[in-house]
């Protein structure tokens, strides 16, 4: 495509992307004129539908040093080139970010550089993206800024257009706390990312990283995964909200490309040109240290070696695509693998045959899938990997339910694929040698039970649904400067205005706590509802009896606990331990509640149980127990990430042995003996209040953040309202950025009832 050049007449736009790179290359004509042609990635397929829908712009350099073009259309987007010298672009991003930031935020696999004129180009570079994103955006637009090379973007473009909202997601893994400090310019790191309103990153351990970071490195106050920036929003303080959008590909599409009669015609092709081996297992990476290419090929020397895989009738075929060829540790691995192969090879290879096929090439996503088809194990190794697409490619394009993945434990892959793939840790050879060789002997009907999962989850999760989450929960937050009111998305101000219209019924507003009305806190003792959200909730309760609206707080506290955090106004419901507890608040405040009565075998099992969640807890840095009169909780907010996964896994496992069920959370688990469950709270409050109607149904808002609460959304019925408070997966219609954002939903309920009786707003 040729891209048609805008006139400078400054439109400005509701979406803009920024990220390093343009969706497109370019190549010059022989008049000297440049032409853009579309370059194909996740990141623009994710994006494309979205910014063409909303006119979007997108900011990105050309590729190219010295390349100067003015803003053009293409593809319904507008692009917006940034100009960079040879200079910064072999300071700012083959030094500072490929050679400082890369291996530092991979776990420091290889060791990083600090140049103090590396950095000086990072942070000039920075502010140029900046400053054009400024240029496109239109008052209160939403800019969303992608990656490592940019992470000072947030910060100096909240500095230049307070009333944007902006959003940032790290494609690569946030280093642990310990390794982060090695940066000399960390504080600044750290402030950049926070000009954002919401962090993303691919795993929940990345963004636990970075909430630790800012901690260690900043006096800005962090409960949960919510970093108050200048103080509370009543006093023109700024959340920032840190949470996991794991990203994934166009799997549908990728899945109907190797369907396509041609690719699979073409996977015929390759076995055939390999010698038509029993055996073909495939390797596809950018030739990267990170992702242990080494370690994959000399553990299937070994195989070879030991004779557990026979070299005459099984091949490897390692793509290596080429990256960073100017950044002299690529330079050194490649020289490294390719003496590996040559000698593996030399060794075990035959005339007209390899052990190894050796590719240091790209591939066009054709090819791609043909290989996929062809290849029975696919070796994903890396040693730290944000996601990894390549092995969902590798599950999209194998429609036939055959294949094995053999997957690192340390991508983001491995989070959410589960049990499917066979995991791995490459630094142990010998066991990444068993899992290769289990890989070469599954049976096709064990590789068809794993595929088919694999393929529920990969086609189900797709790149769409990961934008349209994070855009979601960056949308529900306000712009800055404007009202509360202001802040409540269309389409649940219209739900709550219907909910509140019909005359004969009633309305069950029922509240989860922490997360929803209180910020996530570190010290769970230390909870409480912010300003706005207490304020709201009091004036939803002083509606007048003919409101007909009925207050419950439905929570995983204990119920004392739960009163105490609360304050809960006369007449308002509670419901504690997930509804193993109910209580009323009486006229004079008190508290009227139905005791917990276990059996001597559920007092028996509680006991067993909490004494095993108390050994995990000792033995685990930062974890703690709760008690509750039903229920023993296991909490792991403060532990670092592996052993926090370690404890609930031993948790879990130890529920499993009683013959209990555990509950997880966010950073908890809870095993009760006394089943119960949000949803079947919601359905008792729901008859609680029908009871004390005489005409009319009951119609409910329930608002929660956690996963405990997806039972409540899920016992809602046709006229109902969810609301999902902050991000994650959910079933709820209705998505709000915090506490703060919920209230002003509260108070848009407050106003609707009272309207509708004839009285004053309350408290208004």
Do not use: C
């Amino acid at each position: 495509m040729t891209g048609k050049e805008v006139p400078g007449d400054r439109a400005r736009y509701g979406l803009v992307v920024v990220a390093n790179r343009l969706p497109v290359d370019f190549s010059v004509r022989p008049d000297g004129g440049v032409d853009w042609q579309r370059s194909p990635g996740g990141l623009v397929t994710a994006l494309e539908p979205v910014m063409q829908a909303a006119d979007g712009a997108w900011v990105g350099w050309s590729g190219a040093a010295d390349l100067a073009s003015d803003p053009f259309d293409a593809d319904g987007m507008r692009l917006v080139p940034v100009t960079l010298s040879a200079e910064e672009i072999e300071r700012y991003y083959e030094g500072f970010s490929n050679d400082t930031l890369w291996p530092l935020y991979h776990d420091v696999v290889a060791t990083p550089t600090y140049h103090r004129q590396w950095w000086d180009a990072y942070r000039r570079v920075n502010q140029k993206f900046a400053d054009a994103a400024a240029e496109q955006a239109a008052r209160g637009a939403t800019v969303w800024v992608h990656d490592y090379q940019l992470q000072l973007v947030p910060k100096m473009l909240r500095d230049q257009r307070p009333d944007l909202r902006i959003g940032f997601f790290d494609h690569i893994p946030f280093p642990p706390v310990e390794l982060f400090q090695q940066l000399p310019w960390r504080r600044q790191i750290v402030e950049g990312l926070l000009g954002a309103d919401l962090v993303g990153f691919q795993r929940g351990g990345d963004a636990s990283n970075f909430v630790r970071a800012v901690r260690r490195l900043t006096d800005h106050t962090t409960r949960g995964p919510i970093v108050t920036v200048g103080g509370h929003r009543s006093n023109l303080g700024r959340h920032v909200r840190a949470g996991a959008f794991p990203i994934s590909i166009d799997s549908t599409r990728f899945d109907a490309l190797a369907r396509t009669p041609e690719v699979q015609a073409r996977a015929k092709e390759i076995r055939a040109e390999l010698g038509d081996p029993e055996v073909v297992m495939l390797g596809v990476d950018r030739l990267d240290y990170t992702k242990g290419i080494r370690h994959r090929i000399k553990a299937y020397g070994e195989l070879l070696d030991d004779g557990r895989v026979d070299a005459a009738r099984t091949t490897l075929v390692q793509v290596a695509s080429p990256s960073r060829e100017n950044v002299g540790a690529y330079q050194e691995l490649r020289e490294q693998v390719e003496v590996l192969v040559g000698r593996i090879n030399g060794e075990f290879g035959e005339l007209g045959h390899s052990a190894i096929h050796y590719l240091h090439h790209s591939y066009p996503p054709d090819e791609m899938a043909a290989l996929y088809l062809a290849a029975d194990v696919m070796l994903v190794t890396s040693l730290r990997d944000g996601m990894n697409l390549v092995a969902k490619e590798y599950i999209a394009a194998r429609s036939d339910e055959q294949g094995v993945l053999v997957l690192s434990e340390f991508t983001g892959a491995a989070d959410e694929l589960g049990a499917g793939p066979l995991l791995v840790n490459p630094h142990d050879i010998d066991g990444l040698k068993d899992a290769i060789a289990a890989a070469a002997g599954m049976p096709a009907r064990e590789q068809r039970r794993r595929m088919r999962r694999l393929r529920r989850k990969v086609i189900a999760d797709d790149v769409a649904k990961w934008s349209r989450s994070f855009l979601g929960v960056l949308q529900a937050t306000p712009p800055r400067g404007t009202p509360h009111s202001d802040a409540v998305p269309d389409s649940l101000a219209h739900a709550l205005d219907a909910l509140a219209a019909a005359p004969r019924d009633a309305v069950l507003v029922a509240l989860d706590f922490d997360g929803t009305l209180a910020p996530l806190v570190d010290d769970p003792t230390a909870s409480a509802m912010t300003p706005a959200a207490r304020a709201a909730v009091e004036r939803l309760a002083r509606l007048p009896d003919d409101a007909r609206v009925q207050l419950a707080l439905v929570s995983g506290r204990d119920l004392a606990d739960l009163a105490a955090r609360a304050r809960p106004s006369a007449g308002t419901y509670l419901i504690g331990s997930h509804g193993a507890e109910t209580g009323h608040v009486r006229p004079d405040g008190s508290l009227e509640t139905v005791p917990v009565d276990l059996t001597p075998e559920q007092a028996e099992a509680l006991a067993a149980v909490t004494e095993t969640f108390e050994a995990v807890a000792d033995a685990t840095e930062g974890a703690w127990v709760q008690h509750k009169p039903s229920a023993t909780v296991l909490h792991t907010r403060l532990a670092p990430p592996d052993a926090a996964a370690a404890a609930v896994q031993r948790a879990a496992q130890a529920a499993a042995d009683l013959g209990l069920e555990a509950m997880h959370g966010k950073d908890v688990v809870e095993v009760a003996v006394v089943r119960a469950d949000k949803g079947s709270a919601i359905a008792w409050l729901r008859t609680v209040v029908q009871d004390g109607l005489e005409h009319g149904r009951v119609r409910v808002l329930y608002a929660g953040d956690d996963t405990t609460d997806e039972h409540a959304f899920a016992a809602l019925e046709q006229g109902d309202v969810a609301v999902k408070v902050g991000d994650g997966p959910t079933v709820a219609v209705h998505r709000v950025a915090d506490a703060d954002a919920l209230a002003a939903a509260l108070d848009r309920l407050t106003a609707a009832a009272a309207r509708r009786v004839g009285v004053s707003y309350p408290g208004a």
